[in-house]
């Protein structure tokens, strides 16, 4: 029933059989059987098993598993005892919050399992918490679902999530399907309450497998019932801003198998009278902030909305709001940070606010769709083997209000930033009305960044404005406070619907060099931009299918075989040209062959 580890003499029991615990040894592990349709309040056996939850966690002691049976449990679960397991039998098992107030499961205890079952409800529907003196240790949480998690809303509104794990370590989370995480309306006079699927709040050495979310809400911000006199406490309050995923404070974390989708900011608060509008929440896949050393990858992030503006009041000068940002990653003031095999698709900026019952000063501008952020003072950010497509402003509020436009990746105060093997396209301004303005496309926007370090790029489709077609997008947008070094090589800049690069002269000058790299239907110009060019600087990609964001190139690629000398291209299949290809799948087992000659490769 035992396992043991020996080392220099010394042993010690390393694992135990199934249905065994270590307690002095292995022991026969405990177990106390719940089921909901049991006739009286029962004994905790297999003939008589208690009918409910709370009862079996008084008589639970450190090792003993709770087999919960198919059903509904009703109540509000807190779970301090050490090293206990709750098992349902899947979703038919199904803990329901009696108080939404509070979280549907707690747990404080460490080394405590839950696995095979639903959570429905509370304003956070699992959360595992430690405290800032005393972090838990250990936690296993195996296939549980979590659902309907809804915040009470109110004069500042806490914030709701469906799993909340805070100050704690060595905790293992896979298979957790969360959806429906939002806050309920707001009572007027209130802010609108952040809504987070899964955050990770100062939580070191963890793993997380396979977490999946879908439709995070921010709540929206609301008017004030008794206005006073002055446009300030007329405003709009700010609507809740709404995140996939957060980590936040944490270290050592890794993340495999992740998928988000269904994010919207809330909408600003409508302001009265003279009052301005309210600020709207950001809507965004992952935001990581103040952390360090944390890994994803294999994560999907699909369908993100920045929040709407909300309406200005119907007095004379009130200011309409702007709309926010909607992103797929988001990391700000962060170290070490990898993110791979990705794909962040579909995320739209929020809309501008119209002049709601009056007229109003100003403009509300529409917000930007952004792939990937990263910003303040966040380095050593990697992003490799990725695709980011199908990107989109906020759509016009008003016939002269403009609409936002899409940035695939924007890096401003960051720090030594790497971007390999991406794949960036289709990037397009948010839908005008009548003859309103639109704000211009940008594919890699740089400020005050770097080194940045861009290798096997495959940027197309940076598409312009309706009034401007053919110009005023950039490839790669370089700000006037860029001036460190951007090493671009084995690339692809392709129908770009202005420059290819794009920025102050002296901080191209300064700043950037682009190798073997292919520029194609965009605006170049070495000897007016300072660009350092090094051959190939012309020919086609012929990508597969561009307006399926499929960047693989066809076997007449210019692309083929176009890359550096002495770069390695063992990652191709045979034959592999004896030279790397150009683009996001250059040395990679996707790369396009063109004749018969092949480079064999050490093992």
């Given at each position: 029933v035992?396992?043991?580890?020996?080392?220099?003499?010394?042993?010690?029991?390393?694992?135990?059989?199934?249905?065994?615990v270590?307690?002095?040894?292995?022991?026969?592990?405990?177990v106390i059987?719940?089921?909901?349709?049991?006739?009286g309040?029962g004994q905790?056996?297999?003939?008589?098993?208690?009918?409910?939850?709370?009862?079996?966690?008084?008589?639970?002691?450190g090792?003993?598993m709770l087999?919960?049976k198919?059903?509904l449990?009703?109540?509000?679960?807190?779970?301090?005892v050490d090293?206990?397991?709750?098992?349902?039998v899947?979703p038919?098992t199904?803990?329901?919050?009696?108080?939404?107030?509070?979280?549907?499961v707690?747990i404080?205890?460490?080394?405590?399992?839950l696995?095979s079952?639903?959570?429905?409800?509370?304003?956070i529907?699992?959360?595992?918490?430690g405290?800032?003196?005393?972090q838990?240790?250990?936690a296993?949480?195996?296939?549980?679902?979590?659902?309907?998690?809804?915040?009470?809303?109110?004069?500042?509104?806490p914030?709701t999530?469906?799993?909340?794990?805070?100050?704690?370590?060595?905790?293992?989370i896979?298979?957790v399907?969360?959806?429906?995480?939002?806050?309920?309306?707001?009572?007027?006079?209130?802010?609108?309450?952040?809504?987070?699927?899964a955050?990770?709040?100062?939580?070191?050495?963890?793993?997380?497998?396979?977490?999946h979310?879908?439709?995070?809400?921010?709540?929206?911000?609301?008017?004030?019932?008794?206005?006073?006199?002055?446009?300030?406490?007329?405003?709009?309050f700010?609507?809740g801003?709404?995140?996939?995923v957060?980590?936040?404070?944490?270290?050592?974390?890794?993340?495999?198998?992740?998928e988000?989708?269904?994010?919207?900011?809330?909408?600003?608060?409508?302001?009265?009278?003279w009052?301005y509008?309210g600020?709207?929440?950001?809507?965004?896949?992952?935001?990581?902030?103040?952390?360090?050393?944390?890994?994803?990858?294999?994560?999907n992030?699909?369908?993100i909305?920045?929040?709407?503006?909300?309406?200005?009041?119907s007095?004379?000068?009130a200011?309409?709001?702007?709309?926010?940002?909607?992103?797929?990653?988001?990391?700000?003031?962060?170290?070490?940070?990898?993110v791979s095999?990705?794909?962040?698709?579909?995320?739209?900026?929020?809309?501008?606010s119209?002049?709601g019952?009056?007229?109003?000063s100003?403009?509300g501008?529409?917000?930007?769709?952004?792939?990937v952020?990263?910003?303040n003072?966040?380095t050593?950010?990697?992003?490799?083997?990725?695709?980011?497509?199908?990107?989109k402003?906020?759509p016009?509020?008003?016939?002269?209000?403009?609409?936002?436009?899409a940035?695939g990746?924007?890096?401003?105060?960051?720090?030594?930033?790497?971007?390999?093997?991406l794949?960036?396209?289709?990037?397009?301004?948010?839908?005008q009305i009548e003859?309103?303005?639109?704000y211009?496309?940008?594919?890699v926007?740089?400020?005050?960044?770097?080194?940045?370090?861009?290798?096997h790029?495959?940027?197309?489709?940076?598409?312009?404005?309706a009034?401007?077609?053919?110009?005023?997008?950039?490839?790669?947008?370089?700000?006037?406070?860029?001036?460190?070094?951007?090493?671009i090589?084995?690339?692809?800049?392709?129908?770009?619907?202005?420059a290819?690069?794009?920025g102050?002269?002296?901080?191209?000058?300064?700043?950037?060099?682009?190798?073997y790299?292919?520029?194609?239907?965009?605006d170049?110009?070495?000897?007016?931009?300072?660009v350092?060019?090094?051959?190939?600087?012309?020919g086609s990609?012929?990508?597969?299918?561009?307006?399926?964001?499929?960047?693989?190139?066809?076997?007449?690629?210019?692309?083929?075989?176009a890359?550096?000398?002495?770069?390695?291209?063992?990652?191709?299949?045979?034959?592999?040209?004896?030279?790397?290809?150009?683009?996001?799948f250059?040395?990679t087992?996707?790369?396009?062959?063109?004749?018969?000659?092949?480079?064999?490769?050490?093992?």
């Amino acid at each position: 029933v035992e396992t043991w580890a020996c080392d220099d003499g010394q042993c010690v029991i390393e694992t135990c059989a199934d249905g065994y615990v270590e307690i002095e040894g292995c022991q026969e592990q405990p177990v106390i059987y719940v089921d909901a349709f049991a006739s009286g309040p029962g004994q905790g056996t297999e003939d008589d098993p208690y009918k409910t939850i709370q009862s079996a966690l008084e008589k639970a002691s450190g090792g003993t598993m709770l087999s919960l049976k198919a059903g509904l449990y009703v109540g509000n679960l807190s779970i301090g005892v050490d090293d206990i397991v709750l098992e349902g039998v899947g979703p038919e098992t199904i803990i329901k919050s009696a108080d939404d107030a509070l979280p549907a499961v707690s747990i404080t205890g460490d080394g405590v399992g839950l696995k095979s079952l639903k959570i429905v409800g509370g304003r956070i529907g699992l959360e595992i918490k430690g405290s800032k003196l005393s972090q838990l240790s250990g936690a296993l949480i195996e296939n549980v679902e979590i659902d309907n998690t809804l915040g009470l809303g109110g004069a500042n509104a806490p914030l709701t999530a469906g799993l909340l794990v805070a100050h704690a370590q060595d905790v293992m989370i896979q298979g957790v399907h969360i959806s429906e995480v939002s806050q309920a309306a707001h009572v007027n006079g209130s802010e609108g309450g952040d809504s987070v699927g899964a955050l990770f709040d100062h939580v070191s050495e963890s793993t997380v497998l396979e977490l999946h979310v879908e439709s995070v809400l921010g709540a929206q911000g609301i008017g004030s019932a008794n206005p006073g006199d002055s446009p300030l406490e007329q405003q709009g309050f700010t609507g809740g801003s709404a995140n996939g995923v957060r980590i936040k404070a944490s270290s050592s974390l890794s993340f495999v198998n992740m998928e988000v989708s269904g994010v919207v900011g809330g909408k600003g608060g409508n302001g009265w009278k003279w009052g301005y509008a309210g600020v709207p929440g950001l809507g965004t896949g992952v935001l990581i902030d103040e952390s360090q050393s944390i890994s994803i990858t294999e994560a999907n992030i699909d369908q993100i909305w920045g929040g709407e503006g909300g309406y200005p009041g119907s007095g004379g000068g009130a200011e309409p709001m702007n709309g926010e940002i909607g992103s797929g990653f988001r990391i700000t003031n962060s170290t070490s940070v990898w993110v791979s095999d990705f794909e962040v698709l579909n995320i739209t900026g929020g809309k501008g606010s119209t002049v709601g019952d009056g007229w109003a000063s100003g403009v509300g501008v529409s917000g930007t769709g952004v792939g990937v952020e990263v910003y303040n003072e966040a380095t050593e950010i990697t992003f490799e083997r990725g695709l980011i497509g199908s990107l989109k402003g906020g759509p016009s509020a008003l016939y002269y209000y403009p609409a936002g436009g899409a940035t695939g990746v924007r890096l401003v105060e960051a720090g030594d930033v790497i971007l390999k093997n991406l794949a960036i396209a289709n990037l397009s301004s948010g839908d005008q009305i009548e003859n309103s303005g639109q704000y211009a496309n940008i594919g890699v926007e740089i400020d005050d960044a770097g080194p940045v370090t861009i290798q096997h790029l495959s940027l197309a489709a940076v598409n312009g404005t309706a009034a401007f077609p053919t110009e005023g997008a950039a490839g790669i947008m370089l700000g006037s406070s860029q001036t460190n070094s951007i090493q671009i090589s084995n690339s692809i800049l392709s129908e770009i619907s202005g420059a290819c690069i794009q920025g102050p002269s002296a901080a191209i000058e300064s700043s950037t060099v682009a190798a073997y790299t292919l520029f194609h239907e965009c605006d170049i110009d070495p000897d007016e931009t300072g660009v350092a060019l090094i051959a190939p600087d012309s020919g086609s990609p012929a990508f597969k299918n561009l307006s399926d964001n499929d960047l693989r190139v066809k076997s007449t690629s210019a692309a083929v075989d176009a890359g550096k000398p002495g770069d390695d291209y063992c990652g191709e299949p045979e034959p592999n040209g004896c030279m790397v290809n150009l683009g996001a799948f250059g040395n990679t087992d996707e790369a396009q062959s063109f004749g018969p000659d092949h480079c064999p490769c050490d093992d």
